[in-house]
């Protein structure tokens, strides 16, 4: 059970409140860019890709595994279970979920009567409920934690928010561009931009609030979310930005992104 749950809820309404404030301020660039610049745009996938990569390695697996040793169980075995099970989950989701990738000419999902639009805003809202539980998850866990592993885990878990944060300006932009594209007014593309981020306080603080019953649980958890990350990075993100011409800037993008990602969970945890 975790003792603080005040002090988590804090922590993690501040750290997914700037994720999702990363995400608003990347939706205002509607007014100021009338279209997004492709070559960008596969920058900021490829970087996007990187962060989740190196936070699933570096903030999640890795204290998955370091948190079922001490609970007397293989790591390996929560590391891996918990994995497949966040791919599972993501699967199921995108599978199921009515939603439209950008520059895509058909929905994925069941059939449904959603405007382009609509569907435009779910693809990135399936992408940000994995990080608000991962930012969830390693609050909840610096709460629970004393002494010099509490403070590593809340190194982890800020060096997290803002690795999330860092790639969800370029995902705001990447929102409500497209939407004014579709002819939405720049104030509605701008306010739909937003709350495609509004799903990662509202799963982050309910991680939290469900940690009394899941604390037990927490290695497979930190997998599961590490397991929905990766699956969205190589169905979604890696391919979208190597598509066109300029394959190799996604790339470098998603080296970019690892490797500041690697140095904030290092530095930080």
Known sequence: MIDNIPQALAWAALGCGFTWLMTTAGSAVVFFFRSERRLMHHIFLGFAAGVMVAASVWSLLNPAIEQAEGLG???W?????GF???VAFLMALDTFLPHLHVDADEPEGVPSDWKRTTLLVSAVTLHNIPEGMSVGLLFAMAAQTAGAAGEAYLGMAVALAVGIGLQNFPEGAAVSLPLAREGLSRRRAFAMGSL???VEPIFGVLVV?????????MPWLLSFAAGA?????????VPEAHLGEHSNVGTLGFIAGFVVMMVLDVALG
Do not use: C
């Not at 075995?77 to 279970?81: I, Q, V």
């Not at 990350?229 to 993100?237: A, D, R, T, W």
């Open 73 to 75: 169980v293989p790591g």
């Open 77 to 81: 075995l929560p590391a891996a279970g």
């Open 84 to 86: 497949l099970l966040g």
């Open 196 to 198: 495609s981020g509004i």
């Open 209 to 217: 609030l469900a940690s009394g019953w899941i604390a037990p649980y």
């Open 229 to 237: 990350m990766i699956y969205v990075v190589v169905e979604e993100l």
